[in-house]
């Protein structure tokens, strides 16, 4: 996953908000043929101590958990539903 991929169309441009801090990092994810054991290992690649949950704010306001391959794809469909080409997402707070 980086950032030199041939067509626009082809990726999802994501910024993250790591654990909660004023701490962003941004990437680009292809939009299809994406694991969630790939994604999961290239986020701890570049944040070490990132504890694997991760939510996004679906097309009703929700926050979304990604938790499965099933789940990015949700969240690219949902990106393209509402037309963008940058979605945020946060690192999730599980002690609220």
Not at 11 to 34: D, E, Q, T
Not at 59 to 70: A, H, K, L, Q, Y
Not at 79 to 95: I, N, P, Q, R
């Amino acid at each position: 996953m980086d950032d030199s991929f041939s067509n626009e169309e082809e990726v999802l441009h994501v910024k993250w908000r790591v654990n909660n801090k004023n701490k962003w990092r941004r990437f680009a994810i292809p939009k299809s043929g994406l694991s969630f054991q790939c994604f999961q290992d290239f986020l701890k690649s570049i944040e070490p101590d990132f504890d694997g949950n991760l939510d996004y704010v679906d097309e009703d306001g929700d926050f979304i958990r990604i938790s499965s391959t099933s789940g990015i794809s949700e969240l690219i469909r949902t990106c393209e539903l509402m037309k963008l080409k940058t979605v945020y997402v946060h690192s999730a707070d599980d002690s609220k």
